[in-house]
C-alpha cells in the first residue's frame, strides 16, 4: 500500500541532473519516491527519497512550473521526464497532474522526453500522439519473465501493457526506444531471453536501446535483501558482485559497485551479437560505465541551432 503525500514544492522545478547523459536538458520530477517500487532503483539512496512506498507530490507544481518559464530568457528545447521517479504511476490524482503538466509544455512548444515502465493514461496517451514530433519516448523494460518483472518492479506495468504502448506509439510516429537498464546479471541476461526480448520489440519497429548491468549502492543492496525472499536467487545475484572495487561513475561524483569489467563486456557482447541480427542499434549506458564508455540516449536527440551546452539556460 502506497502512501500518498501532498506538499509544496520549494525549490525549482526544472533542474539540471547530476547525470552526465542529462546535463544539456533540463528535468522534472513531479514526485519524491515513487509508486513502482523497483527494489534495484538507485534513488532509493537519495537523501530526499521519503521511503518506501511513500510518494510526495508536489500539488503546486504546474503553476510554479509556469511561473519559472515566464522568467526564462529562453525556453529551453525540451525538457526530460524524470531522473529518480516515474511520470506514469499508478496514482488517479498524479496522472491528471502529469497531463497537465505535459499539456502545457506542448503548448509551449517544448519537447518531452519520457522514461516510464508505468501504464500511460489513455488521454495522455493521445496528447503525446498529437504532438507524435515533439515527443521521444524510452520504455523500460529489463525482462518478459513476469514472474521476474513482479519481484523486482512490484508495481509497474505489467509487460503486455508496455508493448502495447510501444506499438501504438511508433504506429502513431513518436521515436520510441527500449531502455534495458538494469541488466540482472543471471537472472536476464540468459541467451534465450535475450533473443525473446530482441526479436519482439523488433517485431514492433523499436530500432535502439540502451543497456546497462545493475550497480549496487549501500541502499539498493539493502532493498533487494530485504524484498527479495528467494534466497538462490538474492545470494546468485549478490555474490556476483563480492570482491568488486567502488567505482567512480559519471553521476553527482558518486561511487558504485560494479560487476567486474570482465564480466560486463562478456554480457554486453552477448547483447550486441543478438541486437545486430535484428538490426537493432545498441548502447551501454557511459554515465554508469566510464571505464567502457558510451551514450544512452536517455533524453534523445534534439535539433538546435546553439551547441548542446545551450539546451538549459540556468537563470
Not at 128 to 156: C, S, V, Y
Not at 226 to 242: A, Q
Request: proline letters at 5%; one cysteine or more; charged letters at 20%.
Amino acid at each position: 500500500m502506497v502512501n500518498v503525500v501532498r506538499a509544496e514544492r520549494k525549490s525549482s522545478v526544472l533542474s539540471a541532473s547530476s547525470l552526465a547523459c542529462l546535463a544539456n536538458i533540463p528535468s522534472i520530477n513531479l514526485t519524491s519516491g515513487c509508486a513502482h517500487g523497483c527494489i534495484y532503483c538507485y534513488a532509493c539512496g537519495y537523501s530526499n527519497f521519503p521511503g518506501k512506498n511513500e510518494v510526495i507530490i508536489y500539488k503546486n507544481i504546474l503553476e510554479k512550473l509556469k511561473t519559472e518559464l515566464l522568467r526564462k530568457r529562453k525556453k529551453p528545447v525540451a525538457v526530460y521526464f524524470s531522473p529518480s521517479s516515474d511520470i506514469f504511476q499508478p496514482i488517479p490524482e498524479l496522472n491528471e497532474i502529469s497531463h497537465a503538466v505535459l499539456e502545457f509544455l506542448l503548448s509551449e512548444g517544448i519537447g518531452i522526453s519520457f522514461l516510464t515502465k508505468g501504464r500511460i493514461p489513455e488521454k495522455t496517451l493521445n496528447l503525446l500522439l498529437d504532438h507524435a514530433d515533439k515527443i521521444k519516448a524510452q520504455m523500460g523494460i529489463i525482462t518478459f519473465d513476469d514472474n521476474i518483472r513482479g519481484m523486482f518492479e512490484p508495481n509497474a506495468a505489467s509487460i503486455d501493457v508496455r508493448l502495447a504502448q510501444m506499438a501504438k506509439m511508433i504506429s502513431g510516429g513518436i521515436a520510441v526506444e527500449l531502455r534495458l537498464v538494469p541488466i540482472l546479471p543471471g537472472i536476464t541476461d540468459t541467451l534465450a531471453s535475450i533473443e525473446q526480448l530482441f526479436h519482439t520489440i523488433s517485431a514492433i519497429g523499436v530500432n535502439y536501446a540502451a543497456i546497462s548491468t545493475l550497480f549496487l549502492r549501500p541502499a539498493v543492496a539493502t532493498s533487494l535483501k530485504d524484498s527479495i525472499s528467494d534466497k538462490e536467487i538474492l545470494g546468485g545475484l549478490l555474490d556476483l558482485y563480492k570482491g568488486s572495487m567502488r567505482m567512480n561513475v559519471h553521476a553527482a561524483h558518486s561511487s558504485v559497485i560494479p560487476l567486474p569489467l570482465k564480466n560486463r563486456q562478456e554480457i554486453y557482447s552477448h547483447f550486441r551479437q543478438v541486437a545486430s541480427r535484428y538490426q537493432i542499434e545498441l548502447s551501454v549506458c557511459g554515465c554508469m560505465n566510464p571505464d567502457i564508455g558510451g551514450v544512452c540516449n536517455i533524453a534523445g536527440k534534439w535539433l538546435t541551432n546553439e551547441p548542446q551546452s545551450c539546451l538549459f539556460n540556468q537563470e
